[in-house]
């Protein structure tokens, strides 16, 4: 299911478009090997977002190739840190030298292994906390993530319309665990919460 108009999704995508080699060649490599990235409409948002809360301190879990750390790294200041997560060396690897040439290396730490876990091995509080891992998982994230966000900080979660199947009347499994997450985060009295219906939904909940 179409989340958005098309004449409208292609009308956001051309005025957000940045005329920057590094993205355009993070985007023509996520299309051209069907790796899915939040794209530059929802890359604005999180720098946004990012910047509205002058965020000093995030964790991406589930960070694939850096597409939208580079995002994050426009927002944050030079003595700021991102913790970016993974499972695959390749994507490491990738993401590291696109880093470099942002000149983002010194403020990013990639950790490999299980996104929750390499969160939990971390110490301290962060100012943003980005959610894009599978999600069956999302769930158990929730109750993980919150006690690690500041007060005033934002969980920012991708795939929250989960292609339009949450309006389904017969989920799958998959959708089932979406749906039970974006229940949590509007029912749950230590956060508010909206969902923003660009590219496959993306919640973002401020911790109060």
Request: a negative charge; glycine letters at 8%; hydrophobic letters at 40%.
């Amino acid at each position: 299911m179409q989340i958005l108009n098309e004449e409208i999704e292609e009308y956001l995508s051309g005025i957000t478009e940045v005329d920057d080699p590094v993205y355009r060649e993070m985007e023509e490599y996520g299309k051209s090997n069907d790796f899915p990235i939040v794209g530059h409409v929802v890359g604005r948002l999180l720098m946004l977002l990012a910047q509205s809360i002058n965020a000093k301190r995030i964790v991406e879990l589930g960070s694939g190739f850096g597409y939208s750390a580079v995002w994050f790294l426009r927002a944050i200041p030079e003595d700021g840190e991102i913790f970016c997560t993974d499972r695959s060396p390749d994507n490491i690897a990738r993401a590291k030298a696109y880093f470099e040439r942002v000149n983002g290396g010194n403020r990013i730490r990639y950790l490999q292994g299980d996104a929750l876990e390499s969160m939990e091995k971390t110490e301290g509080f962060f100012d943003i906390v980005f959610l894009d891992i599978d999600k069956k998982e999302y769930p158990k994230a929730y109750d993980l993530i919150i006690p690690r966000l500041r007060t005033g900080g934002l969980l920012i979660t991708d795939n929250t319309l989960w292609q339009g199947k949450v309006a389904e009347p017969d989920p799958d499994e998959t959708t089932k665990a979406v749906k039970v997450f974006n229940e949590m985060i509007f029912g749950k009295k230590e956060v508010i919460s909206s969902i923003i219906p660009i590219r496959d939904g993306v919640s973002v909940s401020l911790k109060l």
